[in-house]
């Protein structure tokens, strides 16, 4: 009976791709975009798009940055927070950083992407202990970290602003996240 709730609470975007989305950051240390992988990874892309369309990650801020791995996002308990606070971890009006989400998680992927490398730039859905427990914090990687492509969905690739990935940090600010489509 358990396993038939579990199944059950998994949210199911409304989204749906088309397969050329990219995504566009705007933050508070340059632009880098995205290229998604709706083939490879079609439930995390469409999450990732609703959650941009709908301007869930627009003022959140980095929360975690651990040097020659990943910097990670997406947590909107950080919305209201100061730089300052993120970057030491300060407990915020909607909570401590790196403990918020959608109030949602979504089935994993990374079992059934062919392509779920880790690569430098590589961006992919940071989750708990449990498999299906992604929401809408996400991480770019510094680095290859084939070490993680077993177990965490990638479901993205920086195509522009590496260099900006690579100076980002625990405080920086997510300003707006936008969909476009590479044929428009």
Known sequence: MRMSWFKESLHTPEYRVVGDEQVTLVTSKGTI?????????????????????????????????????VIQGGDPNTR??????VA??????????????????????FTTN??????????????SQDPNSAGSQFYFC???????DSGYTVFGQAIEG???????????????AIVEHAGA
Not at 114 to 127: I, V
Not at 166 to 176: N, P, Q, V
């Open 114 to 127: 062919p392509r779920n490398l880790h690569n430098d730039g590589a961006l992919a859905m940071a989750r």
């Open 33 to 69: 975009k995205v290229r998604l992988d709706a083939d490879g990874a079609p439930i995390h892309v469409a999450n990732f798009c609703e959650l941009c369309e709908s301007g869930f990650y627009d003022n959140t801020k980095f929360h975690r940055y651990v040097p020659g791995f």
């Open 88 to 109: 030491a971890g300060r407990v915020g009006p909607q909570g401590r950083p790196g403990t918020g989400g959608p109030g949602y998680r979504i089935r994993e992927e």
């Open 80 to 85: 209201e927070m100061s730089p300052e606070d």
């Open 142 to 148: 510094l680095g290859a970290q084939h070490g993680l």
């Open 162 to 176: 590496r260099d900006v990935i690579s100076a980002l940090r625990s405080g920086d600010t997510i300003e707006s």
